[in-house]
């Protein structure tokens, strides 16, 4: 193969990989906070509060973990995996555009990480507060 079919094959593949990731980021932003606040909140049928949120957010469960354990204390920062010792960019809107966007993607770390937490999953109220928390965290 001469250098420039490679160079020409390289440039049609990178352009559909790029399509397809293009596409397929383009499918997942279908929410932000403020419209999963007013959804957990119709739901759960009560108003939010932020300082019950923190506080869920801090508060140690049944299997000493909280959700500060693998995001830390300040969702502002970078948080780091209690078990992997992996990072994890931050929760908070503010800082991190891409959280709370894609709502499969927030169900599907809520369902997870509340069973890790707390053995069960998260209420809609709980999910409401904790959304209502880390929304305006600046
Ligand atoms: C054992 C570690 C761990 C614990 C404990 C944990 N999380 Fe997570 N969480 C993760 C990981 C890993 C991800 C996915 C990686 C990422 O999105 O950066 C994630 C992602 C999320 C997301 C996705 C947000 C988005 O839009 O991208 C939410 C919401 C979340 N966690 C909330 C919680 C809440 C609430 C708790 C406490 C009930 C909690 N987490 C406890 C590890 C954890």
Redesign the pocket.
């Known amino acids: 193969m001469t250098s420039t079919s490679t160079l020409y094959l390289c440039r049609s593949l990178c352009a559909v990989v790029g399509a397809v990731f293009w596409i397929g980021s383009a499918f997942a932003v279908d929410t932000n906070p403020d419209a999963l606040l007013t959804q957990y909140q119709q739901v759960a049928g009560q108003k939010a509060d932020r300082l019950r949120g923190q506080h ?2 801090n508060a140690k ?1 049944v ?1 000493d ?7 830390g204390e300040s969702p502002l920062i970078p ?1 780091r ?4 010792g ?1 990072t ?2 931050p ?1 908070a ?1 503010m800082v ?1 555009a ?5 709502s499969a ?2 169900e ?3 369902r ?3 069973k ?3 053995n069960r999953e ?1 209420t809609p109220l ?2 409401a507060d ?2 209502a928390y ?1 929304k305006d965290l600046k």
């Open positions: 869920f957010f469960s299997n973990l909280s959700c500060a354990s693998c995001h948080g995996h209690a078990s992997t992996k994890i960019s929760l809107p991190n891409d959280r709370f966007s894609d993607k927030v599907k770390w809520f997870r990480n509340c890790d937490v707390l998260c709980e999910k904790v959304v880390l």
